[in-house]
């Protein structure tokens, strides 16, 4: 995973939206050394929404017989 500092956010935030579009992966941002948030590109995010619908739909179905 790309891990980088918070303070990347504000100096070097076309790097990370570069790495985040290239890669198809969350860049994990840390804040004061601890993991704080995670930046997808909005592509990424739509897709991962639709997995988690097809998952929850799937186990619905699965619990509803």
């Not at 994990?28 to 897709?47: E, H, P, R, W």
Request: hydrophobic share 35%; net charge positive.
């Amino acid at each position: 995973p790309v891990i980088r500092a918070s303070a990347d956010l504000r100096n070097k935030y076309s790097e990370i939206s570069r790495i985040a579009h290239t890669t198809n992966q969350p860049v994990f941002i840390t804040k004061n050394g601890q993991g704080d948030l995670a930046v997808m590109s909005i592509a990424q995010y739509d897709k991962l929404l639709e997995k988690i619908n097809l998952y929850s739909k799937k186990v619905y179905t699965s619990f509803k017989l």
